[in-house]
């Protein structure tokens, strides 16, 4: 009975690990998708970190680096043929204090929309429609590009060292607390004419979807890019 | 003997000019991880609200911290300047430095800064945060075998956060010795820039002259009392550490206090404001009245006494600040707001002719004031009662 | 036994807590603010739309409520109601870090530094600002408007504005602020008229 239990434990710890899932949100504003549309992808903001056995994280330079490469080139090959065109453009670089603003404001709305629309509880007034934006001053983002979407995208994970792994199995053996971790994405496709994050998903990266590996982040991205308008 | 012994090595290593420190080769190391997430951190400092962009200021402390560090290790480091009453500096493991208005405040000169800053760039050379980070690591691998007896004795997942307190224990307690050792550093570097490092010691004593002057327990107790938490050695053993020092080394021959006032004179209104905001106004009184002492104008510094006073609220306080306030508006330096912090008492006493007064003086001093409408009506209302 | 019986109350003492937090969690909630009169301990506000509103846990017994179109970090209206000498806006974490608290003797230049200090200390609001410091009326009594700027922690300006007035004793204050890029502006007309609403607590206000 006890054995039984413990492979039932193991089990559903590897049911855990293993599901990939993702939550599209589109937006309900008035919206149509413009054809021939520039696209400007933010170089995403990736932090990736190993979870040792005793559940502290130390962040890996070398995965979050490659992770943040390989999601880029991603993405490109993914909307390569969608939009008719994309500019990768660095999250550093901004031109103007109102640029600045308008990424931080970015972040702020972004932020917003994981704790009430994606997470806790819904704001009763935006329960039936999904309407978040930066607002109409999002022009400026285009910069001399022509861009008419901005997306951006943010990563965060862990993945479990050796010892975390055995740990796990030998915790399932005893019953006690297990900690697996797990790859996050987020991402935003803002219109620059409104402002409004016309598109948005929250994917957990399924076992397959390692980033740290190009064709881990290739299935990520298909995965990512759910629903999305262009 | 064996302690002389540790700090002549300590100089031996700081003979060799200082070199930057360069960015881990190797990308898959904790070091490597470390300065990813700093790198990340500082650029949120840098867009963040909290830093003072004011060229000349920053100018000033890139020059002290140069001159200890030396140019070519300086040009790897970034100053960030911030707002914040405490007395601190701190230095991240990728070369970010910031440096607190705390501090710049109560440095008495560019010596005592100098010491300060030193000190913080003997951590980031000795990489403390990596051996930090690695003792903390290694020392939380006996935590598994706890959590393991914890999961066999069916305790709930809330005593591996107790058990992590004891790990972060030993860390803390780790860091006494790296603080000693950025001190005896931050001493040779004062000295070898030709400060006078026997300024050093005074850092630590005025810390602890302001605290006992504290309006709270906790505080008054630091530095007398062992506390395992505390992540720096007790005030009273560095001091010690330090004159040791001073009677056994060459000191350097510059003071730096002229400068080092009229560096930072522009911001101290500022910056006393952030000072009240930590609400310690005892402890705010004993700094106002050093730095009147130290040659800030004494209107300014008889301004903040005044108003720390009125905050503080105690029996007697009014009169308290009351005093200071009239002190501090015949003297030079007081800010604008003293006009109207007289009249805001005197009305308050009925003196109506002299509230009139002082307000109207406010409004002459600071033409522009936030507040300009709202005074314009207690004028208005004043006038009225005088005429009837 | 003795064990025992500290055991118990070790338990129960444990479900009390337990309890609390569910009770909290029920009443954090953000719930629907309908068009119309929306009534604080105090005073009432008129809503032209439908806002959310959420409450805010402040000093001890205290008890405030923030209205939010779209999120508190986006636009928020606090609104603090019937404040007694002695309470604060936010609640003091260390016995060393002490926070703002009302006292009667205030005047009107203390009444708004215990906003803006609170709002930096408490909300970690950098260089925060007060501007157009003017008399107003809250439900027909002596008030004071002002306007402010400042920046949050990760750097984004923010504008606001507040309203306050200590009626029979206690403190009153409504306070709105959103970031300045879109956000101050996008609902302008309606922050504007509910300021200007305040009327009595009374209901028939």
Redo the contacts between chains.
């Keep these: 009975m006890r054995r039984n239990q413990t492979v039932l434990l193991i089990i559903i710890a590897f049911v855990l690990t293993a599901c990939g899932s993702t939550q599209t949100k589109i937006t309900t504003n008035q919206f149509t998708a413009k054809t021939d549309a520039v696209t400007l992808i933010y170089t995403p903001d990736v932090?990736l970190?190993v979870l040792?056995?005793?559940?502290?994280q130390?962040?890996?330079?070398?995965w979050?680096?490659t992770g943040q490469d390989n999601i880029t080139v991603a993405l490109q090959s993914a909307l390569d043929g969608r939009a008719s065109r994309i500019i990768v453009h660095d999250r550093?670089d901004v031109q103007s204090p109102?640029q600045?603003?308008?990424v931080?404001?970015t972040?702020?709305?972004m932020?917003?929309?994981l704790?009430?629309d994606y997470r806790g509880?819904?704001?009763?007034?935006?329960k039936k429609r999904y309407s978040?934006?930066?607002?109409?001053?999002a022009t400026l983002l285009a910069g001399d590009s022509g861009a008419n979407y901005a997306l951006m995208v943010l990563a965060r994970g862990n993945y479990q060292s050796g010892?975390k792994v055995a740990?796990n199995i030998?915790?399932a053996a005893?019953?006690?607390?297990m900690q697996f971790g797990g790859q996050n994405l987020y991402a935003a496709l803002i219109d620059l004419e409104t402002?409004d994050i016309v598109w948005s998903n929250l994917a957990t990266a399924a076992p397959g979807e390692d980033m740290r590996k190009t064709e881990g982040a290739d299935k990520l991205v298909a995965s990512l890019l759910k629903d999305f308008p262009l | 003997m064996k302690r002389a012994l540790s700090l002549l090595a300590v100089f031996c290593l700081l003979a060799a000019p200082g070199t930057a420190q360069d960015r881990p080769d190797d990308m898959s190391t904790d070091e490597a991880g470390l300065w990813y997430k700093m790198d990340k951190y500082e650029q949120a400092i840098k867009n963040s609200g909290a830093v003072i962009s004011d060229p000349e200021l920053n100018n000033y402390v890139r020059r002290i911290t140069c001159g200890v560090t030396g140019e070519e290790a300086c040009s790897a480091l970034r100053i960030y300047i911030i707002e914040e009453p405490i007395f601190n500096a701190s230095m991240a493991p990728n070369g970010m430095m910031m440096v607190y208005s705390g501090l710049l405040l109560r440095a008495e000169s560019e010596a005592q800064l100098a010491c300060v800053l030193g000190h913080e760039y003997g951590h980031f050379e000795q990489k403390h945060s990596l051996q930090g980070w690695r003792k903390a690591k290694s020392s939380s691998n006996w935590m598994i075998g706890l959590q393991f007896a914890a999961a066999l004795a069916g305790l709930p997942p809330e005593m591996g956060q107790a058990i992590n307190q004891v790990g972060t224990l030993l860390f803390y307690r780790f860091n006494r010795e790296q603080e000693s050792e950025a001190d005896q550093i931050g001493f040779s570097l004062t000295a070898k820039a030709d400060y006078r490092a026997d300024e050093c010691a005074f850092v630590w004593k005025n810390l602890i002259a302001e605290n006992e002057n504290s309006t709270f327990r906790s505080k008054r107790r630091r530095g007398k009392w062992f506390n395992p938490y505390s992540t720096h050695p007790l005030p009273r053993d560095r001091i010690e550490e330090l004159e040791a020092l001073a009677s056994s080394y060459p000191s350097g021959q510059v003071m730096g206090r002229a400068t080092h006032i009229a560096a930072i004179q522009p911001f101290l209104q500022s910056w006393m404001e952030a000072e009240l905001l930590a609400r310690d106004f005892d402890s705010n009184i004993y700094l106002f009245e050093q730095l009147k002492l130290r040659g800030f104008p004494p209107g300014m510094a008889d301004y903040f006494i005044g108003e720390a006073y009125r905050l503080r609220r105690e029996e007697g306080d009014t009169a308290r600040a009351f005093e200071m306030w009239e002190q501090a508006a015949e003297a030079k330096g007081a800010p604008a707001d003293v006009h109207r912090a007289l009249g805001e008492h005197y009305r308050k006493q009925g003196r109506n002719k002299a509230a009139l007064a002082a307000y109207e003086r406010y409004l002459v001093e600071a033409p522009n004031a936030e507040d300009r409408a709202l005074i314009a009506a207690y004028i208005e209302r004043l006038k009225r009662k005088i005429k009837t | 036994m003795i064990l025992m019986k500290t055991t118990r109350r070790l338990n129960s003492a444990l479900i009390a807590i337990c309890l609390s937090i569910l009770v909290t969690a029920c009443a954090t909630g953000p719930r629907i603010a309908e068009p119309g009169p929306f009534e604080t301990k105090s005073y009432t506000v008129n809503l032209p739309s439908q806002w959310n509103a959420l409450p805010l846990r402040t000093d001890k017994n205290q008890r405030a409520t923030v209205l939010t179109k779209d999120g508190p970090r986006l636009n928020a209206i606090y609104l603090f109601s019937d404040m007694k000498p002695g309470d604060a806006l936010y609640n003091q974490v260390r016995r060393d870090n002490p926070v703002p608290k009302f006292a009667l003797e205030m005047s009107d230049f203390e009444l708004i530094e215990m906003v803006t200090d609170s709002l930096e200390r408490g909300a970690q609001v950098k260089s925060l600002e007060t501007q157009n410091v003017r008399p107003d009326t809250f439900s027909g009594n002596d008030a004071l408007r002002f306007d402010m700027t400042g920046t949050t922690v990760s750097g984004l300006d923010i504008a606001g504005e507040a309203l306050l007035a200590v009626i029979d004793g206690k403190f009153n204050l409504i306070l709105f602020m959103a970031p300045a890029e879109y956000y101050a502006d996008k609902y302008r007309a309606e922050v504007d008229a509910i300021f200007s609403s305040v009327a009595s607590g009374d209901l028939t206000g």
């Design positions: 932090e970190s040792m056995a005793t559940g502290m130390e962040t890996r330079a070398d979050s680096e550093e109102r600045s603003q308008l931080k404001l972040d702020a709305v932020q917003t929309s704790q009430y509880q819904k704001l009763p007034t935006h978040r934006s930066i607002g109409p001053g010892g740990m030998a915790m005893l019953g006690g607390p402002g």
